[in-house]
């Protein structure tokens, strides 16, 4: 057997592994490359023919930089079964549609100045058409059931990261690897907590926070609600880069407990994403995958993402409209990284006045406009053109679904040391993968950080 390690090693995107047996290739993961624009475009259009060939695809979640390059996948000749979760096959057909539809609608935008300087028009990765091509692979299957193929068997169990998330088991010739995807953390609210996982031979890990710990998600409410207070006060607008997935769905969960709390004013709360929307409506079609306490607000017909004066924006005119009215309001806009979307549009009309505030309440990557944002730095560039940042910049990292330091050491130590051979620990920058690494030496493990490309037999 082995293990191959095909995107996603140092760094927090891209993610690709390829798991190999004597006679079944299963690739865990496509996912999108996020960082320097033409690295980026480079990384993500070629895809490895290993990658293409394999017998089929498991696919851990439906966050972009896990599933977002399999329309490409598909274009370049994969005809095969993508197994995922039921929610993360309805998440996915949502955002790969989305993510074509944004890359169209923001190449279209930038090719009229690239023609007005004379420059060569760009293509999109892919299309909606290429996009719609690659949903009829997915198939849905559920946690905690055992499927066999060929010399293989695999098992999602529950990753507790964002809905629908899986760690996936893997079986053959009784030797098992665990690949992690992206864990999640415990006590958070909406989802269930990550599922234990007894034994393996061979540990996959993430390592996003790997050198990290969260402050209680308590502390990130109180902070929320101070944020909300002092730029209402100086009639400013939040604009809070985030996921559709996820993310979007833990702020609006936040802002309605604070309402209820009587904490903030009525500042209006704009959903601006036509995927959040749809995302927040495969929310509440897969309660089944809430925790206890989320469960408890619908039994009592309180919907934990709906509250007065929040509004979810669909059409591009009603976007356009935000940044022309001046009164406070939070917007909450795709994408998370600040590398495409709407949220462009509004950091563009917001980032150079002082009364503003841009919240990062996620892990951003190196390379991206998030980071730029989240590092402060003076000028930043958008679509092209200097920005000077003026605008306060806040960071609130309890807001994140990754399992923090403490979280990563607690999941290893409860897998069976005595069987346990190796790890290695992928999705995470390097200082963050070398952190936890140190850590689980110093505990007697055998830990390593794979680079891009690298094989291990197992």
Known sequence: MRISFLGGTRTVSGSMHLFETAHTRVLLDCGLFQGHREEAERINRTVPDVAVSADFMILSHAHVDHCGNIPNLVKQGFRHEIYTTPASRDIAELLLRDSAHIQESDLRYLNKKLARAGLPPREPLYTVADAEAALKYLAAFPHNQRFERNDLAFTLADAGHILGSAQVILDSGGTRLVFTGDLGRSNLPIICDPAPVADADYLVMESTYGGRLHPPFAESADRLADIINRVWNRAGRIIVPAFALGRTQEMLYAVNQLHVAGRIPKIRVFVDSPLAGGITGVFRRHT???????????????????????????????????????????????????????????????????????????????????????????????????????????????????????????????????????????????SQSEALQQKLVADGYDAVIPEKGQSFAL
């Open 288 to 430: 089944a995958e809430f925790d206890a306490e989320t469960k408890s607000l619908l039994a009592r017909h309180a919907d934990p993402f709906e509250f007065p004066g929040l509004t979810f924006v669909s059409s591009t005119a009603e976007s356009m409209k935000l940044n022309q009215d001046p009164r406070p309001c939070m917007i909450i806009s795709a994408s998370g990284m600040c590398e495409n979307g709407r949220v462009l549009h509004h950091l563009k009309h917001s980032v150079a006045s002082p009364k503003n505030l841009v919240l990062i309440v996620g892990f951003a990557a190196e390379h991206t406009l998030a980071r730029r944002i989240a590092e402060r730095e003076p000028e930043i560039r958008i679509f092209g053109e200097t920005y000077p940042l003026r605008a306060e910049v806040e960071t609130i990292d309890a807001f994140s679904a990754h399992a923090d330091q403490n979280d990563l050491l607690a999941h290893v130590r409860r897998l069976d040391r005595k069987r346990l051979k190796r790890i290695f620990l992928v999705h995470g920058e390097l």
